[in-house]
């Protein structure tokens, strides 16, 4: 069975730092791109990161330049999401994506389960 398996979220203060990591399951993976997404409540789902897996070229949402980084580990076949200074409306359920293909610059062919990221005033 193919899984994306997230782990690290939690409670953390404002200001404070957050590491998430991904890491697929259940068979061999060839990897194009892997992501984040977040879904805030009564919010959509949107875009906060991604990774070419060969290059390490890499993007983000405007709203976490400089204060979010994506990285990954070949090896492990892992991706991570170093979150520093956290805002109360970084609050979000955070999504793990993978991609072995060209597709949409949003779309993508595995999804994890979703981690709760809560940050407090």
């Known amino acids: 069975q193919v899984q994306l398996v997230e782990s690290g979220g939690g409670l953390v203060q404002a200001g404070g730092s957050l590491r998430l990591s991904c890491a697929p399951s259940?068979?061999?993976?060839?990897?194009?791109?892997m992501a984040w997404f977040r879904q805030a409540p009564g919010k959509e789902r949107e875009f906060v990161a991604s990774i070419n897996w060969s290059g390490g070229s890499t993007g983000y949402a405007n709203f976490v330049r400089g204060r979010f980084t994506i990285s990954r580990d070949n090896a492990k076949n892992t991706v991570y999401l170093q979150m520093n200074s956290l805002k109360p409306e970084d609050t979000a359920v955070y999504y793990c994506?993978?991609?072995?293909?060209?597709?949409?610059?949003?779309?993508?062919?595995?999804w994890g389960q979703g981690t709760q990221v809560t940050v407090s005033s």
């Open positions: 994506a993978l991609k072995e293909r060209i597709l949409g610059p949003y779309e993508y062919d595995y």
């Open positions: 259940g068979r061999t993976f060839s990897i194009y791109v």
